[in-house]
């Protein structure tokens, strides 16, 4: 009897996090901490799908799109709100989305072309920047987690800053403090999304000289 891949443990907390990142969505112009709750969950989440994936065998091309679109997406849609939140900023939220959509979709592609199981497990031959990225899973869930956090963050602040720490002259509200230490990781996370960028296209190029060579030789033999 063949696997119902849609059932998988994995794809089954992809499912999820859509759910809870629609009801985020849904809470953006009323409630600000729900929407915030809500949003962090199904970024929380991301933690999990790939921990059962790899502890139950579950690896599958469509588990690696479903937790690829929904990163891309619930960061695209909050950065839409953003836009808005913070009209002078419209371009840097446009770069990131533009960026980050652009580099995870070819970097993705070029793995499923050379015959990767998912994005995530490179050649270690490769690029060392993401080598050490996607092989320390510790730093690859504190720099996702600072990214999403960054963005979350921003909208938290267009309402609040968040419980007010009494440092005296230094005083400071929660949010804009966690803000600031947020954001220098965020920006390494997305300086990443340029590295993967370009190895991507590099790795394509290579897929499309070696088509090409081939089918010259081919070409040469008739």
């Known amino acids: 009897m063949a696997e119902n891949i849609f059932l ?21 112009p009323t409630d600000h901490y729900k929407a915030a709750f809500f949003y962090l969950l199904s970024g929380f989440l991301d933690a999990f799908d790939g921990h059962f994936a790899r502890l139950l065998n579950q690896s599958s091309k469509l588990g690696a799109m479903l ?9 695209m849609c909050l950065c839409g709100i953003l836009c808005y939140f913070y009209p002078s900023y419209i371009l840097f939220f446009q770069f990131s989305m533009t ?29 060392f920047i993401l080598r050490h990225y996607y092989t320390n899973r510790k730093l690859l ?14 909208y938290l602040r267009h309402f609040t800053i968040g419980p007010v720490l009494p440092l ?9 403090l966690l803000l600031y230490i947020a954001a220098p990781i965020a920006f390494a996370k997305m300086a990443i999304s340029g590295v993967h960028l ?3 296209c590099q790795n394509i190029a290579s897929i499309d000289i070696a088509e090409r060579e081939k089918a010259a030789r081919e070409g040469k033999n008739k």
């Open 141 to 154: 869930f504190v720099m996702c987690s600072a990214n999403e956090l960054f963005f979350c963050l921003l």
């Open 198 to 200: 370009v190895i991507a």
């Open 99 to 127: 960026l980050d959509i652009f580099s995870h979709w070819i970097h993705l592609h070029s793995s499923l072309m050379i015959g990767k199981d998912n994005h995530k497990h490179i050649d270690l031959s490769e690029n």
């Open 67 to 75: 937790d690829q679109l929904t990163d891309r997406i619930t960061t």
């Open 8 to 28: 998988f443990v994995p794809n089954i907390i992809d499912y999820f996090r859509i759910v809870f990142a629609f009801v985020s969505f849904y809470y953006m």
């Open 168 to 176: 005296g002259p230094l005083s400071i509200g929660l949010w804009n």
